[in-house]
């Protein structure tokens, strides 16, 4: 994984006017992708699908801030994003929260968990790590099964639709597909706002220093346990968003959203789009729903398609479509 | 998941239709909205993916059968009917998408469809948020429940409260000691719980019951306990391919030999699957089995429709829900004389059909189609000469509120 990385250190080290063009797109890295993300609806064949890549994307930023710049692949993220998006719904249909206070609830406990999951998981690296993530993940999958009263167990958590949002004294129909796009998309400008911050900062330098050699980190005096929970609270804190904003946008919240392959989906996604790139996770989210889309519409085998140009992917553009392209533009 | 290649439903169609609208924006094409306002559109979200695909695609086809049908008569009002097929791939998340898409993009005026108890759910919580009429054609109790209900909620398919009242009914006697074998998720136990509550009234007794996980291949450590519990009737309450799982490795153990078998749904697909020797002698429910082309002419139109439309073929029990379903919202339609939401629901309120198997109507109070429930038994190898006919009609529950849960149970004022 650290192959797919143009890291600080290799920008610095470009020609004067490779490392103009680099750091004028870093700079402008969250307008632009916010200006992209402005346009999806109206590029895509449907508004569902819009706010979809939207979500998914988000999840993948999210995701990508372990994997991609801390280095360690979870396989339990699916839990931090159906936490956020049960809390919301839990707190919006039982406790009968505001909505945005529903979402703030629903991060405190995708964040919560995330902090908690990963004072365990980190006490392991590689291989394990992946499959201690994945069995605590494994465990919310359960309970959220057996505790039927309160998630509605195998039938998913209903009865929390919002059909009009109220946002200092204006009222916005949520049902209305463009506009609910745009309200959720307020929210994921922050996030990537958020994480953008976050790697700017010296923390986001201390994990980067992490992923590329552990050891070496440690003896310049780093706290690398600290900085690994961080980030992965973090994460999961952005993970939990994406949750709340998919229970706000679908008004249910599904058993399956829990499940082994929403977590593989993510890696897939993140993979796909390019780990280690601000942009990619966004990419992969859009390259994976759009296939699945529309090769759904044409052939019920269109697993087989995407599985195929994963493969591919993997084996010969291991960067992903957005991090082989600004390998590409650097390298010209 | 074995799936050969559909015969000609519109989908190539449509995949050119979502071809061109991929590079344009949609609202752009004001168009082509414009003449899709002619034709009534009903969204048929379906697993085409998934452990219930050859089900799916027997739903699809009857649903196809039903639209040509009304399309050859001339449409409704002059309107031709289009099927918006789409695969929901078993999962809640994305049939909610596929949903919002069908609603907001192809403008559907109606959603039929749906093949599990919590897809079903999350479909209902996008049309009745919306206000699109919804005829869900799976098994559920929970949807007849206050809480999901809606005015635009009709729910076409069997209950497993219904499905497992009759079966009973005609299986269950006084002292007769059931044991159950049941899938750990929502269609399991609200089938269990069915049995349960049919067995406390007539008289019978539980002597025990075993959950096993949705999906499992081997069941070999259950038999041993069910055995021991020395049961008259061993019921097995799950679904699909763990059925057949389960039924094949209770003959294994001889525990056809010790206990009758019953099964909430008999399944034509599953029978037909794993060969008759297994199945021999196991009794189910089934809201359809062609065999009632016998008795009632409406079976036979449906048969002989559905044999010239797809090369000789029965319909299935599954998908006759496609075909009932989709019906009896044409059928309002035709009535209500157009698509207006309000005009449709009375119409369906009001509505008596016999399209397949003989009179049905939805109960007024939770939309709950009032309708027979055959109860099937599989035959032996030797007395089954027709391979397309393996079973047996042992009864047929009369439509009837008798075996329904009272509205006032249900949670609706009374």
Redesign the interface.
């Known amino acids: 994984m650290t192959a797919s990385v143009h890291s600080v250190a290799e920008v610095m080290a470009g020609p004067a006017g490779r490392r103009g063009w680099r750091e004028r797109l870093a700079r402008w890295r969250v307008p632009l992708s916010v200006l992209v993300l402005c346009l999806l609806p ?8 819009a706010v ?1 890549v939207l979500i998914y994307g988000l999840l993948a930023v999210g995701y990508n801030l372990l994997f991609g710049y801390t280095g360690m692949l979870s396989f339990g993220h699916a839990a931090f994003f159906g936490a956020g998006a049960y809390a919301t719904g839990i707190g919006i249909g039982q406790f009968g929260l505001p909505w945005f206070a529903a979402i703030g609830y629903g991060m405190l406990a995708g964040g919560a968990l995330a902090f908690v999951v990963g004072l365990l998981a980190i006490r392991t690296r590689g291989i394990y790590f992946s499959m201690v993530t994945l069995a605590l993940a494994q465990l919310v999958y359960y309970t959220a099964l057996q505790a039927t009263s309160i998630t509605g ?4 958590l ?2 929390f ?1 919002l ?1 009009r949002i109220d946002l200092f004294g204006w009222s916005i129909d949520f ?1 209305d ?1 463009v506009k609910k796009y745009y309200v959720l998309m307020v929210f994921a400008a922050l996030a990537l706002w958020f994480v953008s911050r976050i790697l700017n900062s010296p923390f986001g330098a201390v994990i980067e220093a992490i992923r590329e050699n552990e050891t070496r980190a440690r003896a310049c005096g780093y706290d690398v346990e600290r900085s690994k929970v961080m980030s992965f609270t973090l994460s999961g804190l952005v993970c939990a968003l994406a949750g709340a904003l ?1 229970a706000l946008h ?3 919240v ?4 829990l499940g082994i392959q929403t977590s593989g989906m993510i890696v897939m996604m993140t993979l796909l789009g390019g780990a280690g790139s601000f942009f990619g996770p966004f990419v992969g989210a859009l390259a994976f729903l759009l296939m699945e889309d ?1 090769v ?3 052939t ?4 087989i398609v995407v599985g195929t140009v994963f493969i591919l992917f993997v084996l010969f553009l291991p960067k992903g479509i957005w991090g082989t392209l600004l390998a590409w533009r650097a390298g010209r | 998941m074995t799936s050969k290649g559909l015969p000609s439903f519109p989908m190539t169609r449509r995949h050119a239709l979502a071809g061109l609208a991929a590079g344009t924006a949609t609202l752009a094409m004001p168009g082509l909205l414009r003449a899709q306002g002619e034709t009534i559109r009903i969204g048929f979200p379906t697993p085409l993916t998934g452990p219930y695909a050859a089900e799916a695609k027997d739903q699809v086809r009857s649903a196809e059968l039903a639209v040509k049908l009304v399309n050859d008569k001339g449409g409704i009002g002059g309107r031709k009917v289009e099927l918006f097929v789409r695969d929901d791939k078993m999962n809640a998340g994305e049939a909610a998408t596929r949903t919002l898409e069908l609603i907001e993009k192809e403008k559907v005026h109606a959603v039929v469809g749906s093949l599990s108890s919590a897809v079903q759910l999350a479909i209902n919580e996008v049309t009745r948020a919306r206000g699109v009429i919804f005829v869900s054609i799976s098994q559920s109790d929970t949807i007849n429940e206050v809480k999901d209900f809606s005015r635009v909620t009709f729910h076409e398919a069997l209950n497993p409260h219904m499905t497992t009242a009759a079966v009973a009914r005609h299986t269950f006697k006084p002292g007769m000691r059931i044991a159950y074998l049941a899938a750990d998720y929502a269609f399991g136990h609200e089938i269990l719980r069915g049995f349960k509550r049919a067995q406390a009234a007539i008289g019978a007794e539980s002597v025990g019951e075993i959950l096993h996980p949705i999906g499992a291949p081997d069941y070999s450590t259950f038999m041993p306990r069910l055995r021991a519990m020395k049961p008259d009737i061993l019921c097995i309450c799950n679904f699909g391919r763990d059925q057949a799982n389960s039924i094949k490795q209770a003959v294994d153990f001889g525990l056809n030999k010790q206990a009758k078998i019953v099964v909430p749904v008999l399944l034509y697909t599953q029978r037909l699957g794993i060969g008759g020797e297994a199945y021999e002698g196991v009794i189910g429910g089934a809201n359809y089995y062609w065999k009632l082309q016998d008795t009632l002419a409406s079976a036979r139109a449906f048969n002989e429709a559905y044999r010239a439309a797809y090369k000789g073929a029965y319909p299935t029990d599954y998908g006759a829900y496609g075909f009932t379903g989709v019906s009896s919202l044409l059928l309002a339609m035709e009535k209500a004389g157009g698509t207006d939401t309000d005009k449709v629901v009375a119409a369906l309120e009001a509505l008596t059909y016999d399209v397949a198997k003989g009179p049905q109507h939805y109960r007024k109070c939770d939309h709950q189609s009032v309708q027979s429930v055959l109860v099937l038994e599989s035959k032996a190898k030797a007395d089954t000469p027709d391979e397309a006919d393996p079973f047996r009609i042992l009864a047929v529950e009369p439509a009837s509120e008798d075996i329904l849960r009272s509205c006032t149970e249900l949670g609706f004022p009374s």
């Open positions: 109206w590029v895509l064949p449907s508004q569902a699908l979809n167990g195998e039938n998913g209903r009865g639709t059909a049902l597909p998919f679908l008004a249910i599904p058993l399956d959203i529309v759904s519409l044409w019920p085998h269109w697993q």
